[in-house]
């Protein structure tokens, strides 16, 4: 991990994502990974 990134960013990353294909396809993607510490 050279760049720094937590597993937090990479979740933040992936919901930017899920919002910006639902806003221009309006595709719902769902997501398969989430934080361990998110119980």
Same mark, same amino acid.
């Given at each position: 991990?050279?760049?720094? %990134?937590?597993?937090? @960013? +990479? &979740?933040? &990353? %992936? @919901?930017? *994502?899920? @919002?910006? *294909? +639902? ?5 719902? &993607?769902?997501?398969?990974? *989430? &934080?361990?510490? @998110?119980?």
């Amino acid at each position: 991990n050279q760049g720094g %990134a937590t597993s937090r @960013d +990479y &979740l933040r &990353l %992936a @919901d930017s *994502v899920q @919002d910006k *294909v +639902y806003e221009t396809a309006g595709i719902r &993607l769902e997501r398969e990974f *989430v &934080l361990a510490t @998110d119980e």
